[in-house]
């Protein structure tokens, strides 16, 4: 079974950055993109951003295009998300997302994934 682990979360103050890391453990598997989704308190799920491999393709929410950077490397399984000019409406747990079917054109949607983490809290002050 695939594990993927986060890391990176914690507090900072509006206007700081943090920078989100999550790595794939467990089997050998073949991911076809990996992406971020957060779900603040009393929210639903919502998506972040996505690296699709092929092509090498990322997207965003439009509520973090611009501030937030997402990277990756297909090859080890790992994916990054650099947050920059946080606000507190950013303050959710994150959640990293694997992929190991093909199908969809930008993987915005949960229904994309198969593998997800346990999530790591990010909290913005003001």
């Known amino acids: 079974q695939v594990q993927l682990v986060e890391s990176g979360g914690g507090l900072v103050q509006a206007g700081g950055s943090l920078r989100l890391s999550c790595a794939a453990s467990g089997r050998t598997f073949s991911s076809y993109a990996m992406g971020w989704f957060r779900q603040a308190p009393g929210k639903e799920r919502e998506f972040v951003a996505a690296?699709?491999?092929?092509?090498?393709?990322?997207v965003y929410a439009d509520s973090v295009k611009g501030r937030f950077t997402i990277s990756g490397d297909n090859a080890k399984n790992t994916v990054y998300l650099q947050m920059n000019s946080l606000k507190t409406e950013d303050t959710a747990v994150y959640y990293c997302a694997a992929a190991s079917y093909g199908g969809s054109l930008y993987y915005r949607s949960e229904y994309d994934y198969d593998s997800w983490g346990q999530g790591t809290q990010v909290t913005v002050s003001s």
């Open positions: 690296n699709r491999w092929s092509g090498s393709i990322t």
